[in-house]
T-cell receptor, first 113, second 114 residues
Framework: GQQVMQIPQYQHVQEGEDFTTYCNSS?????IQWYKQRPGGHPVFLIQ?????EVKKQKRLTFQFGEAKKNSSLHITATQTTDVGTYFC?????????????FGKGTKLSVIP | NAGVTQTPKFRVLKTGQSMTLLCAQD?????MYWYRQDPGMGLRLIHY???????AKGEVPDGYNVSRLKKQNFLLGLESAAPSQTSVYFC?????????????FGPGTRLTVT
C-alpha cells in the first residue's frame, strides 16, 4: 500500500508561534486529506487537496499540495491552545481492485500558554 | 443527526473472550470502515464495507470479523480476544469511496484485553 510519512512526530510551540507539519511520499499521490484529533477525541476531517500546487486556507490554517503531488503541508499561523491535538494526513491507494484510505502516523502538537 | 455512534465506549476483556462492537450512522452513507489506533501507529484499516451486505479486508484484518446486515450498522467482532488487540477502535462512514469523500468518525471504543 501507499505510504505517507509525517514529520515531525511531535512539536511543542509557545502560544502565538507558527507550526508546520509535513506529509511526504516517494510516489505521486492522487489526493491528500487532513484530519485533526483532539486529545481523547476522534479524527475530524479538515480538508482535501487534489490538484498539483493547490493551496487552501481555513482561517489560520494553510494547506498546500506540492507541485509534484508527492508532498503536502499544513501550516498554522499564531497557534492557540485550541490547536492542540494530533494532525494526520491521509491518501487513497488502490490495491486488489479496491481503494483504501491510508493515514500517516500524525504530528502531535502541544501549545504552551 | 447523531452522526456516527459506537457502543460500548469502554470494555475490558480477558484473553479468549469474545465481543462485538457496534457502529451506527444516520447519514445514509454507503461506505463504512473500522480502524484501530495504537500509540505512534496512526490509524490502520481493519475491514470496510462498500454497501449493505458487503465487507472486505483492510490492512490488519486478522483476528476480526465484520458484518453489514443493515446499511446503517457495521459490526466488528472479536472471536477470541488477545492482548495484542488492546487498542482504540474507531468506526467511520463516508458518502463517497476512498479519499474522494471525507470520512466521519465515531467517538471510539477503548478496548483492553488482559
Amino acid at each position: 500500500g501507499q505510504q505517507v510519512m509525517q514529520i515531525p512526530q511531535y512539536q511543542h510551540v509557545q502560544e502565538g508561534e507558527d507550526f508546520t507539519t509535513y506529509c511526504n511520499s516517494s510516489t505521486t499521490l492522487s489526493n491528500i486529506q487532513w484530519y485533526k484529533q483532539r486529545p481523547g477525541g476522534h479524527p475530524v476531517f479538515l480538508i482535501q487537496l487534489v490538484k498539483s500546487g493547490e493551496v487552501k486556507k481555513q482561517k489560520r490554517l494553510t494547506f498546500q499540495f506540492g507541485e509534484a503531488k508527492k508532498n503536502s503541508s499544513l501550516h498554522i499561523t499564531a497557534t492557540q491552545t485550541t490547536d492542540v491535538g494530533t494532525y494526520f494526513c491521509a491518501t487513497t491507494y488502490s490495491g486488489a481492485g479496491s481503494y483504501q484510505l491510508t493515514f500517516g502516523k500524525g504530528t502531535k502538537l502541544s501549545v504552551i500558554p | 443527526n447523531a452522526g456516527v455512534t459506537q457502543t460500548p465506549k469502554f470494555r475490558v476483556l480477558k484473553t479468549g473472550q469474545s465481543m462485538t462492537l457496534l457502529c451506527a450512522q444516520d447519514m445514509n452513507h454507503e461506505y463504512m470502515y473500522w480502524y484501530r489506533q495504537d500509540p505512534g501507529m496512526g490509524l490502520r484499516l481493519i475491514h470496510y464495507s462498500v454497501g449493505e451486505g458487503t465487507t472486505a479486508k483492510g490492512e490488519v484484518p486478522d483476528g476480526y470479523n465484520v458484518s453489514r446486515l443493515k446499511k446503517q450498522n457495521f459490526l466488528l467482532g472479536l472471536e477470541s480476544a488477545a492482548p495484542s488487540q488492546t487498542s482504540v477502535y474507531f468506526c467511520a462512514s463516508s458518502a463517497s469511496w476512498g479519499a474522494m469523500g471525507e470520512q466521519y468518525f465515531g467517538p471510539g471504543t477503548r478496548l483492553t484485553v488482559t
